[in-house]
């Protein structure tokens, strides 16, 4: 099956750093979203982006399909950017169907 | 507009037991998919509901059935509890024909098997 991974595994910044997560997968998309995990174990949805670029307040996201990567990029962090950034694909080859394959993550602690 | 909603939030079972876990889709999807997320992994897709059938499948064993009735609400089904389906289980909704598949989950059902 396609294969997700992420970079880094963990990230530390200082509040007001920006970020670039990165998303590589092994096979032709036609799903890509990118999560954010909080604490309790809530997936909320950043962006639903197979291709393209999008943006939504301090975050932004890039999905280079002919290459096979995604970035996403969190600009001025805060601490409540913390957690779990996991990006999850689809594969062409799925044949219609939607099953998700998730990456490992990227855990994000962001401080004072 | 509600969003996906999973009952219970958390349940402890034994070894043996068997567990039934309910997910109501996000209003207007009529799609639903399970997940597994053990601790300090991403979720692995256990199986997907669309018109009442289960339409794909990964790599879990048959201890693990779902349904999907007629107002697209869905449930889980795990049989002979084993110590390792202690997890986090997410349900995600979706609309089939959207042009988008964006997937939305709800907050889970920690899962303890002692």
């Known amino acids: 099956g396609i294969q997700v991974e992420q970079s880094p595994p963990d990230l530390i910044l200082q509040e007001g750093a920006n970020s670039t997560l990165r998303c590589n997968f092994s096979d032709s998309v036609n799903n890509l979203q990118w999560f954010h995990q909080n604490p309790w174990g809530q997936l909320i949805n950043l962006f639903y982006?197979?291709?393209g670029t999008k943006q939504n307040g301090r975050l932004s996201a890039t999905t280079v399909a002919t290459e096979r990567y995604s970035l996403l990029y969190i600009s001025s962090s805060q601490t409540t950017d913390s957690g779990v950034y996991f990006c999850?694909?689809?594969?062409?080859?799925?044949?219609?169907?939607?099953?998700?394959?998730f990456g490992t993550g990227t855990q994000l602690k962001v401080e004072l | 507009d509600a969003g996906v909603t999973q009952s219970p939030t958390h349940l402890i079972k034994t070894r043996g037991q068997q567990v039934t876990l309910r997910c109501s889709p996000k209003s207007g999807h009529d799609t639903v998919s399970w997940y597994q997320q053990a601790l300090g992994q991403g979720p692995q897709f256990i199986f997907q509901y669309y018109e009442e059938e289960e339409r794909q499948r990964g790599n879990f064993p048959d201890r693990f059935s779902g349904h999907q009735y007629p107002n697209y609400s869905s449930e889980l089904n795990v049989n002979a509890l084993l110590l390792g389906d202690s997890a986090l289980y997410l349900c995600a909704s979706s609309l089939r024909l959207a042009g988008t598949d964006t997937q939305y989950f709800g907050p889970g059902t920690r899962l303890t098997v002692l």
């Open positions: 982006i197979p291709s």
């Open positions: 999850a694909v689809a594969s062409k080859l799925t044949g219609g169907g939607n099953k998700l394959t």
